[in-house]
């Protein structure tokens, strides 16, 4: 397409926008930037970045950074006029922008300003958030009940002293109770004396973030971890996507935890769960129209596995529509295939190490041929045979070689002696010791499993013939290595997902595809380290190590713990525990923290920080946690970081204005997978448009947690903070001091030359950033500047192979886990099996939740929408112009049944929410019978859609008077339209009515809730 053209098209969309933005007047009055001076209401046009830069000087500005509308990391390319963030395109130099292809990384910057980039509608749309009328822009403090909804404004000297040192702080509203300060919590005395593995009382802090990335991680990090010294900062990998993630997990042995398909290269791609051209990580710019640019030139053929039909199936080859919750079923049935069939890669399962794999043309081996003792009854049961088992040295590192059986005579030898090994065996051997004990390959384990059940059986219960799920496995087999799965959220976030997105994982093992060119592949990773080189910005004076038990119990052994021996003591087994501990997860476990928040398990929390994290309307069954958030004896202290009242920080006791990405939250940003190798780096596209301190600093996260630091005289924080190379200490008094350093070692490790003077000259008259150079010495900021012109460091798709191997890739994966494996149920003590395991969706108590609510006929699925994302883009005014509420989709023939039209509005009930759900009906056949399907996003209570008082709020929030009468906060009805999926999900009966999780990784369950319809 030629420049001109797609310049046509971006005005035609920029024009397109705007008339729908002018369709309602309410709309228009709300989305005026505000404070932007005069001029910000005039007719928009597109906006040439290339001409802009010989315009008036500090008129118009470029500035190259990463979105972060969602989690895909592309790049952005901003035009700020008088200060306001006018469009927003993509990042020429980028890989997610061009789909792999972009322009040669030192290619002079004037020379991309004009290239047509571009930007999926999130990003388009981000202006609302950035301008949301309903941003709170000074520090608040609760002014009523918790939950009441009355907040007034608070002094910032007042606000870090409140929190640091505690007190009567709600005494004046009659709340006759000590709130604890962080200096309280500044203490190494153990929580529990008769508990000592639980940590010190500074656990009791906890931190849990929502969307963060590298950068503000690390400095939230520097702060929770290493100066608090808690160890509870807790991410929410467990909402955004741990179910496939744990199956990634348990292959590589905790090594890595995202792989997907390669959309360039591979031939044959099997997409369980990932919704690629909606909602993907890379973004739907970059994987979604890397596939659809392919297929439509009949180089890869696509099979999509979802009950629904998402938009990708357009172009899809097949579309397996299976039971939510049951992929695993299905991959479980194509593996059985695969193996009755010896429709798998045997010469490359027979590898049984690197150098063997090597010689296959393979960077990665396995440990099919590896052998396992599963002698009954053994204390060695489930671990690998070594060879110092067979016959000892002596040398620990030889005793723990592998051991495998030679091909030629079947005898036990070190898995590094052979280029083949024998592959599906069992057998008795004779240790060392004289004992005899049965041994079974890490193949066979593996089979016996899949063999457990029969085509047919695996069939019914993933709701897909036998004679597809054969045929699927023989297409996708018959491709090799260039067949691979896209696994996503979908696949595996649900009750006893691990082992579904495990089995669908080994496919790839099984064609041979792990870490090759066109099959499975990990992500390139980073360019180069922020952490180390010029500046260490980890290690400082005075820093702490976490120590202790989460209050999620993740990577916690319960049998360790003081409950389980007291426990025995008492005359049991020391099982059940009063909740499930997660040994073998990934982490982040969101969901879970506030479940022990809840509970008061392990311990109690006493003072908890949200930062953009909103539990309530987030998590699947999160309505239950208005009732743990507002008892000030769960939660003493309740403090929120964010942009907006939302469902969650209406219950807090202090909520802290923060900037949205285009005015900071600066960060290193890495590549998911598959493939791609580089540093992105996001900087301020505008100055932050929070007020300040008395010194001039914006509120934001940056410069509360500085000087809560500095308040409470935490290490790491002040005036000798940072150590260089040389020896000597920087301060840490703002973001920049951090961040400008980490970028500098990233511009240093990188081996990036100096920007030229015309670059240079550049970032300085276009970047907010540029007002903080003299952090860094001129040399380290020139060499920087060449890293900001371009928007980071970006390595070459092509450079990331050696052949038809992934340079970057893992070297090993397992058909066996041994620490999975070692892994017990804390709530019955079984241990969990180490290889694919068939497991239906079973809640804490072992009961099937189809069979237990079976009387609730219709099963609930949950997606985005590829103009949403998350909770947070209910302020995007084009998104809610295009789509103004979600709806109830269900089968033409299920309405058809119940007697309902499309449009009709029903309302859904559950049973952990009978009072249930109002919505519209949407009839469709493209969606499995007896499924419903809600996009996320909708359904707001506030977010702008509810009623708040606040005193003097015309100053604390951005839209001022246009958005406040009196101090009452005027609501926009459109951001309460449709309705949230999450309030009628399932919740545990068994332990509190919480949200439920996996019991072995902690994974929240987004595909178990079933539901009754009934006609309004």
Not at 71 to 99: F, K, S, W
Not at 304 to 323: E, F, Y
Not at 757 to 763: K, M, S, T
Not at 888 to 900: C, F, P, S, Y
Request: hydrophobic share 35%; with cysteine.
């Amino acid at each position: 397409m030629s420049s001109k053209r797609n310049m046509q098209q971006q005005k035609t969309s920029f024009s397109r926008r705007e008339l729908l933005a002018g369709s309602a007047a309410a709309a228009a009055t709300l989305m005026v930037p505000p404070r932007a001076g005069a001029g910000t209401q005039e007719k928009k046009s597109w906006l040439n970045p290339r001409t802009l830069q010989h315009g008036k000087p500090g008129n118009t500005r470029t500035v190259f950074s990463v979105c972060l509308s969602c989690n895909g990391r592309c790049g952005v390319r901003a035009t700020v006029q008088d200060g306001v963030l006018r469009e927003i395109a993509g990042n020429p130099y980028h890989p997610y922008n061009h789909m792999g292809e972009p322009e040669p990384y030192h290619t002079p910057v004037d020379r991309v300003l004009d290239k047509p980039s571009p930007v999926c509608g999130k990003a388009h749309d981000a202006l609302g958030a950035v301008y949301d009328p309903y941003r709170i822009v000074r520090p608040l403090k609760r002014a009523g009940r918790r939950g009441e909804g009355k907040f007034e404004p608070i002094e910032w000297e007042q606000l870090i002293r409140e929190i640091s040192e505690g007190g009567q702080l709600f005494g004046h509203l009659g709340e006759d109770r000590h709130v604890p300060g962080l200096a309280e919590l500044n203490s190494d005395e153990p929580i529990d004396p008769r508990a000592p593995e639980l940590g010190p009382v500074r656990n009791t802090f906890v931190f849990m973030t929502g969307r963060l990335q590298t950068g503000r991680k690390a400095l939230i990090n520097r702060f929770v971890k290493d100066a608090m010294g808690s160890i509870n900062r807790v991410g929410h990998t467990d909402i955004c996507g741990i179910g496939f993630r744990m199956g990634n997990f348990a292959l590589s042995e905790k090594k890595q935890w995202e792989l997907k398909a390669n959309p360039w290269e591979a031939e044959y791609i099997l997409v369980f769960g990932a919704n690629i051209y909606e909602a993907l990580q890379p973004g739907i710019n970059t994987y979604g129209a890397a596939i659809a640019r392919r297929h439509a030139r009949g180089e890869v053929r696509l099979v999509i596995v979802d009950p629904r039909a998402q938009n990708g199936s357009v172009h899809a080859d097949d579309w397996l529509p299976v039971k939510p919750g049951q992929d695993g079923a299905l991959a479980m049935g194509m593996l059985r295939w695969m193996i009755d069939h010896g429709a798998y890669d045997r010469a490359y399962l027979q590898a049984p190490c690197p150098a063997a794999a090597d010689k296959l043309g393979h960077g990665c081996y396995t440990n099919a041929t590896h052998l396992v003792i599963v002698e009954p009854g053994h204390e060695r049961s489930q671990t690998f045979l070594r060879l110092g088992d067979l016959v000892p040295s002596g040398n620990s590192k030889a005793d723990e070689r592998y051991v495998v059986l030679d091909p030629a005579d079947g005898s036990p030898i070190p898995f590094d002696t052979v280029d083949r090994a024998m592959l599906d065996q069992e057998r008795h051997l004779t240790l060392a010791t004289g004992e005899r004990v049965l041994v079974k390959t890490g193949f066979r384990l593996m089979r016996e499993a899949v063999q457990a059940h029969t085509l047919e059986e695996y069939g019914s219960w993933c709701g897909i013939a036998p004679e597809k799920i054969a045929r699927t496995a023989r297409e996708f087999a018959a491709h090799g290595f260039r067949a691979a799965v896209c696994q996503y959220h979908g696949a595996g976030n649900y009750l006893c997902g691990t082992y579904a997105a495990y089995a669908i994982a080994l496919l790839n093992v099984m064609t041979g595809s792990i870490e090759m060119r066109g099959g499975y592949l990990s992500s390139g990773g980073k360019v180069a380290a922020w952490h180390r080189g010029l500046y260490d910005l980890k290690k400082f004076p005075g820093r702490r190590k976490p120590r202790g038990v989460m209050l999620s119990r993740e990577k916690a052994v319960y049998e360790k713990s003081s409950e389980f021996r007291r426990r025995k003591e008492q005359g049991g087994s020391g099982y059940p525990a009063s909740r499930p501990w997660f040994t073998f997860t990934r982490g982040g476990l969101s969901v879970e923290t506030m479940n022990g928040i809840d509970a008061g398990y392990p311990y109690r929390c006493r003072v908890l920080f949200h930062y953009f994290y909103n539990p309530v309307y987030s998590t699947p069954g999160g309505s239950r946690y208005k009732e743990t958030l507002a008892d000030p004896d769960r939660v003493p202290l309740y403090v929120s970081i964010d942009t907006t009242i939302n469902e969650s920080n209406i219950f807090a006791d202090y909520i802290i204005p923060d900037v949205t990405w285009a005015e900071g939250h600066y960060g290193w940003i890495h590549p998911h997978a598959p493939a791609c190798r580089f540093t992105a780096l996001r900087t301020p596209l505008i100055e932050p448009l929070t007020t300040r301190t008395a010194d001039g600093r914006p509120f934001c996260l940056e410069t509360f947690l500085i000087d809560l630091a500095n308040h409470l005289g935490l290490p790491g924080f002040g005036a000798r903070a940072i150590g260089d190379r040389e020896g000597n200490l920087h301060p840490l008094f703002r973001g920049e001091d951090f961040y400008l350093r980490g970028f500098a070692n990233i511009a240093a490790n990188g081996g990036l030359p100096a920007a030229t003077p015309e670059e240079q000259r550049f970032v300085e008259a276009n970047y907010p950033v540029a007002r903080y150079r003299d952090i860094l010495p001129d040399p380290q900021w020139k060499t920087l500047c060449h890293a900001l012109a371009r928007g980071g460091i970006f390595a070459r798709y092509q450079d990331q192979f050696d052949g038809q191997k992934f340079k970057h890739g893992l070297k090993r994966v397992v058909l066996f886990n041994e620490e999975m494996a070692a892994a017990r149920n804390a709530l019955t003590g079984e241990r969990y099996p180490g290889t694919v395991h068939y497991w239906p969706p079973t809640d804490s108590a072992g009961d099937v939740v189809a069979e237990k609510d079976r009387d609730y006929p219709f099963q609930v699925v949950t997606h985005k929408m590829n103009v949403h994302t998350q909770s947070r883009t209910i302020n995007h005014p084009a998104a809610l112009e295009i789509f103004p509420e979600n709806h109830i989709v269900m089968h033409a023939d299920d309405a058809r049944n119940l007697g309902i039209q499309d449009g009709d509005r029903v309302r859904l009930v559950s049973r952990s929410t009978p009072r249930g759900i109002t919505g519209q009906v949407q009839t469709t056949r493209l969606i499995r019978p007896g499924c419903l399907a809600i996009s996320f996003h909708y359904g707001h209570t506030y977010h702008g859609a509810g009623r708040v008082e606040v005193k003097d709020g015309q100053s604390v929030f951005l839209g001022g008077s246009r958005v406040v009468s009196g101090d009452v906060l005027i609501p926009d009805p459109r951001r309460g339209r449709g309705i949230n999926p999450n309030d009628i999900s399932r919740r545990d009966d068994h332990l509190g009515n919480l949200p439920m999780v996996d019991v072995q990784a902690g994974i929240p369950d987004f595909s178990s809730t079933r539901v009754r319809v009934l006609p309004i």
